[in-house]
């Protein structure tokens, strides 16, 4: 920096306001850091104080970059990290605050501020380069720009490059790891191709499933606990196939892309920024009851306790008429207790972690959920999917405070032609992630035109719509003490995942390779089969959907089931 005595009094007010921008900056930065990463109002609080100091010293040095670059010394990467460390902050599963963490990051490459990174004879900036590539990525994973991913990919394989050719740094087997990594994880994310397209699975008004709503359907999805841990699946930075495509399945597109017209007031949760005390926030500094998408929290194999504590938290923040949804994709944990009575704990459950803390063979798994974990929680409206080999020990979880409770379970088992494809994330998941690439994916079809494609989609529709109908006529649409889905069935997302449950139950109840109960999905309670399940509505739907696409010989006719 030049020295304060070759400033005027204009010049040295610039930099010292700089200077302490660029502290407070960093204080609330490493403070939103170090906040526990559970109970998100007291996040939400902070986040809003880091945001707005960030935005003020990304505009003070857009206004003063002359005065700054002579004066001060301001070099084009410290200019990045000031923008890469807004994208950090940002990021998460929220669509609407990954467009702005989106934002900031595409400026640093469109403006290139990392370009002299090499040059600059610091291995340190390459290494804050690298991760800002791998950092926006995942943000664009995210948010479906999958052009741009493939263009990232190839800028960070040539980075990485020049990085270990440049340093011979002790870490280039990690990166050439990231790299591997993140080009697995494509390739698994594209089982079907669908020719000149760009699909995006977010919920929309389009996509959204019809319904006959009454009085009862009181509930909405709040809060969301992703828990991914599967072993053998492919995964990039913290992040498993099977929770990368839970999260697009719970996430609304936002709601500026259907409709211009805008209040005022924007909706909390399309301004990612507001803070208490601005419009879209409750007097007393809570957030809104109603969010355009419901609040997510995503662990990667974590402890047992991590799991309870995240559990807790949305529990606890949950508003009233609010439902908390948990999605488990992990090994199964089994017993070998030879006579079972408790049906909580003696069954086994699933791992959340492969962490040992200890050898003792007489010791339940140390981070082995069990159902019975799980009662205390089933004091709120709960709704669980598990998607494990070890899942269906999740359907004896008895009601005891007679609050909803809907528990999804995966297959426990997969014919051995699919085994292998595991890596590439489940297929339950999958069928409720994108019914018709699951339909396709175990059928064997690998590429699709897209007019082809839209056409099938039809197919879909047809059979979501006609199955809600069904549903809500069906005795698991009728009001009683124990109407579980019909109190859930009224959220968009429930709604969604419920009905993809039941067009996954039907295709491979008709498949030829899953014949055999372990191989289809269960639910408690569980739903009528004459009534849903079983009905001929929804055989034929999608047998016409497999002769569409010259897949009649992989199905059963529907007389020859058993």
């Given at each position: 920096?030049?020295?304060?005595?070759?400033?005027?009094?204009?010049?040295?007010?610039?930099?010292?306001?700089?200077?302490?921008?660029?502290?407070?900056?960093?204080?609330?930065?490493?403070?939103?850091?170090?906040?526990?990463?559970?109970?998100?109002?007291?996040?939400?609080?902070?986040?809003?104080?880091?945001?707005?100091?960030?935005?003020?010293?990304?505009?003070?040095?857009?206004?003063?970059?002359?005065?700054?670059?002579?004066?001060?010394?301001?070099?084009?990467?410290?200019?990045?990290?000031?923008?890469?460390?807004?994208?950090?902050?940002?990021?998460?599963?929220?669509?609407?605050?990954?467009?702005?963490?989106?934002?900031?990051?595409?400026?640093?490459?469109?403006?290139?501020?990392?370009?002299?990174?090499?040059?600059?004879?610091?291995?340190?900036?390459?290494?804050?380069?690298?991760?800002?590539?791998?950092?926006?990525?995942?943000?664009?994973?995210?948010?479906?720009?999958?052009?741009?991913?493939?263009?990232?990919?190839?800028?960070?394989?040539?980075?990485?490059?020049?990085?270990?050719?440049?340093?011979?740094?002790?870490?280039?087997?990690?990166?050439?790891?990231?790299?591997?990594?993140?080009?697995?994880?494509?390739?698994?994310?594209?089982?079907?191709?669908?020719?000149?397209?760009?699909?995006?699975?977010?919920?929309?008004?389009?996509?959204?499933?019809?319904?006959?709503?009454?009085?009862?359907?009181?509930?909405?999805?709040?809060?969301?606990?992703?828990?991914?841990?599967?072993?053998?699946?492919?995964?990039?930075?913290?992040?498993?196939?099977?929770?990368?495509?839970?999260?697009?399945?719970?996430?609304?597109?936002?709601?500026?892309?259907?409709?211009?017209?805008?209040?005022?007031?924007?909706?909390?949760?399309?301004?990612?920024?507001?803070?208490?005390?601005?419009?879209?926030?409750?007097?007393?500094?809570?957030?809104?009851?109603?969010?355009?998408?419901?609040?997510?929290?995503?662990?990667?194999?974590?402890?047992?306790?991590?799991?309870?504590?995240?559990?807790?938290?949305?529990?606890?923040?949950?508003?009233?008429?609010?439902?908390l949804l948990l999605y488990l994709s992990a090994d199964g944990c089994f017993s070998t207790t030879k006579h079972p009575e408790d049906m909580g704990y003696d069954l086994g459950g699933v791992l959340t972690s492969?962490?040992?803390?200890?050898?003792?063979?007489?010791?339940?798994?140390?981070?082995?959920?069990?159902?019975?974990?799980?009662?205390?929680?089933?004091?709120?409206?709960?709704?669980?999917?598990?998607?494990?080999?070890?899942?269906?020990?999740?359907?004896?979880?008895?009601?005891?405070?007679?609050?909803?409770?809907?528990?999804?379970?995966?297959?426990?088992?997969?014919?051995?032609?699919?085994?292998?494809?595991?890596?590439?994330?489940?297929?339950?998941?999958?069928?409720?992630?994108?019914?018709?690439?699951?339909?396709?994916?175990?059928?064997?079809?690998?590429?699709?035109?897209?007019?082809?494609?839209?056409?099938?989609?039809?197919?879909?529709?047809?059979?979501?719509?006609?199955?809600?109908?069904?549903?809500?006529?069906?005795?698991?649409?009728?009001?009683?003490?124990?109407?579980?889905?019909?109190?859930?069935?009224?959220?968009?997302?429930?709604?969604?995942?419920?009905?993809?449950?039941?067009?996954?139950?039907?295709?491979?109840?008709?498949?030829?390779?899953?014949?055999?109960?372990?191989?289809?999905?269960?639910?408690?309670?569980?739903?009528?089969?004459?009534?849903?399940?079983?009905?001929?509505?929804?055989?034929?739907?999608?047998?016409?959907?497999?002769?569409?696409?010259?897949?009649?010989?992989?199905?059963?006719?529907?007389?020859?089931?058993?």
């Open positions: 920096m030049v020295g304060m005595a070759s400033m005027d009094e204009h010049e040295r007010k610039i930099v010292m306001e700089f200077v302490h921008l660029l502290e407070k900056s960093k204080q609330l930065f490493n403070g939103l850091r170090d906040l526990p990463q559970y109970g998100h109002k007291q996040w939400q609080a902070y986040f809003g104080r880091t945001f707005d100091i960030y935005t003020k010293l990304w505009k003070f040095q857009q206004q003063h970059r002359q005065i700054l670059d002579t004066k001060y010394g301001l070099k084009r990467w410290q200019i990045g990290e000031i923008a890469s460390k807004i994208g950090q902050f940002l990021r998460t599963s929220e669509t609407n605050y990954l467009n702005e963490a989106y934002s900031f990051y595409a400026a640093i490459r469109g403006r290139a501020y990392y370009s002299r990174a090499v040059k600059e004879d610091r291995s340190e900036l390459m290494v804050k380069k690298l991760r800002y590539y791998a950092r926006f990525i995942v943000v664009c994973l995210l948010l479906r720009r999958m052009k741009l991913v493939r263009e990232l990919i190839a800028e960070l394989d040539r980075h990485i490059a020049d990085y270990t050719s440049t340093y011979e740094p002790e870490d280039q087997i990690e990166w050439n790891l990231v790299l591997d990594e993140i080009k697995g994880f494509i390739q698994a994310d594209s089982l079907v191709q669908v020719l000149h397209a760009d699909t995006n699975p977010s919920l929309s008004p389009l996509t959204t499933p019809p319904v006959e709503k009454n009085q009862y359907m009181n509930l909405t999805l709040q809060e969301i606990l992703i828990v991914g841990s599967a072993s053998e699946q492919v995964k990039f930075s913290e992040l498993t196939m099977d929770m990368f495509r839970m999260i697009q399945t719970l996430e609304r597109e936002p709601q500026e892309d259907f409709n211009h017209i805008y209040d005022a007031s924007p909706a909390p949760g399309r301004v990612p920024y507001t803070v208490p005390g601005q419009k879209g926030y409750l007097e007393n500094g809570d957030r809104p009851t109603r969010r355009e998408n419901p609040h997510k929290y995503l662990l990667y194999k974590p402890t047992l306790s991590q799991v309870l504590v995240f559990l807790a938290s949305g529990f606890k923040e949950l508003p009233a008429n609010g439902a492969s962490k040992r803390e200890n050898e003792h063979k007489k010791q339940k798994e140390a981070h082995c959920l069990y159902p019975g974990d799980l009662y205390p929680f089933t004091r709120r409206p709960l709704f669980v999917i598990i998607d494990s080999d070890n899942s269906f020990v999740f359907q004896h979880i008895p009601r005891y405070f007679g609050q909803p409770l809907v528990t999804l379970m995966s297959p426990q088992d997969t014919p051995p032609a699919f085994q292998h494809r595991q890596v590439n994330g489940s297929l339950f998941t999958l069928f409720l992630h994108s019914p018709l690439t699951a339909f396709c994916y175990c059928c064997d079809v690998t590429s699709i035109p897209i007019h082809h494609w839209e056409r099938c989609q039809s197919f879909v529709d047809r059979f979501v719509t006609e199955a809600s109908r069904l549903f809500t006529r069906s005795r698991v649409g009728e009001y009683d003490e124990d109407s579980s889905y019909l109190q859930f069935f009224g959220d968009d997302f429930l709604r969604l995942l419920l009905l993809r449950y039941v067009f996954c139950d039907v295709v491979l109840h008709l498949h030829k390779a899953f014949i055999g109960r372990q191989y289809r999905p269960r639910c408690q309670p569980p739903l009528p089969e004459a009534e849903l399940l079983e009905h001929p509505a929804l055989q034929h739907l999608v047998l016409d959907l497999a002769a569409h696409l010259d897949l009649r010989t992989h199905f059963m006719d529907s007389h020859e089931i058993e």
